[in-house]
């Protein structure tokens, strides 16, 4: 061995690499070679020097941006800081805030027309009925219409349910008064519960005065503090969970809201809401149509179902000698192929009357992955 | 300690908290290598948060088997920061006014790091700073593990001898 043979061997020693035994003893050896093995230990400490007064230098500014804006989270600092990709990161926000929304079940709709919308933002902190947190957003109306103007859901917690009622009281210029009523149920968190006002009677009424990015806490008794945030929207949400997305769906998403289902010219359902699956390859529509079953539509194909065609917000496809269309309120996926199948016998199963508020007697429709969809027709 | 995997797992299931973790977690040494790669502290800024939401929009291509979260992480950033000098190659003009927010001159090795190719600055920032393993870069930069050991071993040696020509020229100063 000689310093050139082992020139490699004496920067990957440095990385605390294995080298071979006769490279080893002859660093060992040779006072060249020890020099060099030091000299790269030393660039590897100035380096990682640089990287700590790097890494404290945006430290210190983020602590000014949230000095000057104490309300900043992380989302708004990155765009705040942005300047080439700020749509993408938009993206991204509303993303976060509307999957993670996803976990409970929201009921208020907006509005088709006019008025202002608020957007309340629920956080349930990290705690054993949510291990992870939770992050929620309620849209509700704020220009005095009745219809619109209240937010009710249900939480599945591990540890119980937590009920929520909230609806705007009033609204004038940045402030929105806000009434609330929150119940924490202990028990199993995956049971069912019929909403209505009398799960309320218990809980007085909070009124809370929330003005635009301000954040307040709320005690609920036996779980805690929950936060809650609001903002203010100037247009309707497209998607009630999404106030700033665009209409594309993204290329793993499945989204279908308010679906009318039409069959040769005469609407068999139609029913208000939105559903959106992201990520699952076989994410699929159960539409079910009281009387007629569940129709399953899926970007994945599956075993006797009928190919549909997809044109942004419409599906057309034929079912024994039928035409149908289904209509939604936004473009469905970026596919332009469907399969489609009709379960004449389906009725909701005991889960999807607990977790997803389903009856029998009306219509109602979920996006979910085609495997948790025909578990549910095992199950039922 | 969170297990990765579970970590994944929850971000490709739509939780923000195990996002937010990952995005805690890494951001700010993300950041800083962006900082190295790019010269340019407001791309590196950019093209980290792209990086982030591309993540978030799209989860996919962790493998455990092949690597961290964080050499995910920064594979993923580096190949948007690839990227990020592609579109600058097309905009000229944009490249002519970089002069103003080109990372600031803070030490002789900082200057001297940035004296490298962009190949050598990448694989030794991730290696001394960030100490990413053999097998992490190799998957990082699609290369083999030989050839990690044999590129670091370059970029060290070029680097030292920058470093010491700036010390020499300090000093005669």
Redesign the interface.
Known sequence: MNCELV??Y???L??G?KIPREAAEHIGSCPSCREELN??AA??L??????S???SS??ARVDLEQQRETRVG?WQE?LM?????RL??G??LI???A??G?LVLVRARAGSTGGRFLELKYRVP?SPFAP??R?GICIMRTDGSQKGNTCDFVDHGRTGLLLMNTHVISSLGDTAELGIRAKFVPGPGDRQVNYSEALFEDVPEKILSLLPGEEQEIEVAGLGKVGLQREYLDHVPSLAYRPQETLDP???EFRIVTPVLVRDNEVIAKVDGNSIN??DADATLMLYVPGEGRYLMSIAPFEGASEGNVHLGQIAFSLDGHDYLLLTSTPITVSEHVWVKQEPEFKPSERMVRQADARDDRPMFLVRSLNKLEQQRIEH | MIDEQELWTRICHRDLTAFDDLYRTHSAGLKAFLSRTLGSRQAAEDVAQETFAKIWQSPNGFDPARGTLRSYLFGAGRKRAAEWWRRQKRETAVMEDRGECRLEAQSVIGNALEKLPLEQRTLLWLREVEGLSYVELAAILEIPIGTVRSRLFAARKTLKEIWHGARKSEEEW
């Open positions: 020139k490699e004496v920067s990957a440095c990385d690499e000299e790269y660039i590897g100035e380096l990682r020097r640089l990287a007064l790097e890494e945006q430290v992380w990155g800081t942005m300047r080439i990709p993408a990161f993206v991204m993303t976060i805030v999957l993670s996803g990290v992870y947190g992050l993204n290329p793993r992201t990520g």
